[in-house]
C-alpha cells in the first residue's frame, strides 16, 4: 500500500478508535459516527473504553485523558485516530504523552479545532500529515460531501478542492506544504515546540465565537512573531458566529486581515470552506500542495492527486 511520509493509506477492515481527550462528549453522541465509519468498511475499537466519564466540562480528568490517548497512541493495530470533539483540553495533557511507540507505527489524526494542538504537535515534532477535518461529534450535521471526502483522503485518494473566488482575494500562485489550523488555538502554541514551521508553506486559519478585536489582537500576535514573514501563501477558512462590540470595531473580518498583511505580497484565499461550518472539507496537513488564487481556487496535492 502506498504511504504517505511513512503513514500507509487506510484499507477495508482496519481498526480505527474514537476517542474522547477534550470536552465531554457521551457514546450516544458518537453512535451516528461509529456506524457511519463501519459502513465505509473499518472497524471501530471498543467505544466503552474510548469515552471516558465527565469531569467538569471534560471527557475524564487530565490523568484520565493522558492515559486514554496514549493507550491508543500505543497500540501498534489501531490505524487512525478520530477525536471524538473539540473544545478545550487538548494543551493541557500534550507534554503528558509520550509518541516513542507512536512513531514505530504511526496512525492517522483526525480533527479539528482544539485538536489543532496535536495535528501541529505531531506534524512540526514528527514530519507525519495529519488530517483537518470533521469529528464524530460534528458527522450528522456534516454534508455527505465533505465526509466521503474525508474516507476518500483516509483510503488513498485525494482531489483537487476548487471554489469560487471573493473579491477580498490576493491574486497568485504559490506551493509549500500546508500547515494551521484554529487561529485562537495556534496563538497558544506560539513560542513552544507544536508551533508549525512556517517558512516557505500554507497556512490555513479559521475559529469560531471570537470578537472581532480579539481576532485582531491573535493576528497581530502572529505577525509580531514573524509568523507571515516567510510564508508562501495564507487561507482564512470560515470564521464562524463573529462578534462585534459596542463601539463597532469598523471593519469586516476581511478588512480585518487585509489591513495586519498589507505589507506582504503572499496570495491570499478568503471564505475557504474549512472550520465550523456544515460543508467542513477535510485537508491534510503537511503535504506539499499548490494554491491556485485567480477567479477560482484551487487547492492541488501535488504528488498525491488522484492516486489510490
Known sequence: MRKSNHLEYLKKGDLVAVVSIAKYITKEECRFATQY???KGLKVFNLNKTILSRRGMFSGSD????????????SSNIKAIFFARGGYGSIRILDELNFDQFLKTPKWLIGFSDITVFLSHVSKSFNLPTIHAPMPYN???TSKKSLQELFDLLFGVRKAIKITSNKYNRLGMCKGKLIGGNLSILTSLLGSNSFPETKGN???????GEYLYSIDRMMYSL???????????LIIGKFSK????TPSFGQNIFQLIINILRDYKFPICFNFPVGHLKNNRPIIFFEDIILKVNES????????????
Do not use: M, T
Open 63 to 74: 490523568e484520565e485523558r493522558i492515559n486514554l490517548l496514549q493507550f491508543i497512541l500505543d
Open 139 to 141: 458527522f450528522p450535521n
Open 202 to 208: 500554507i497556512l490555513l486559519l479559521e475559529d469560531i
Open 297 to 308: 481556487v484551487e487547492l492541488i496535492y501535488i504528488n498525491h492527486k488522484n492516486e489510490k
Open 223 to 233: 505577525k509580531r512573531a514573524a509568523v507571515f514573514k516567510n510564508l508562501s501563501g
Open 242 to 245: 463573529i462578534n462585534d462590540n
Open 37 to 39: 465509519i463501519e459502513k
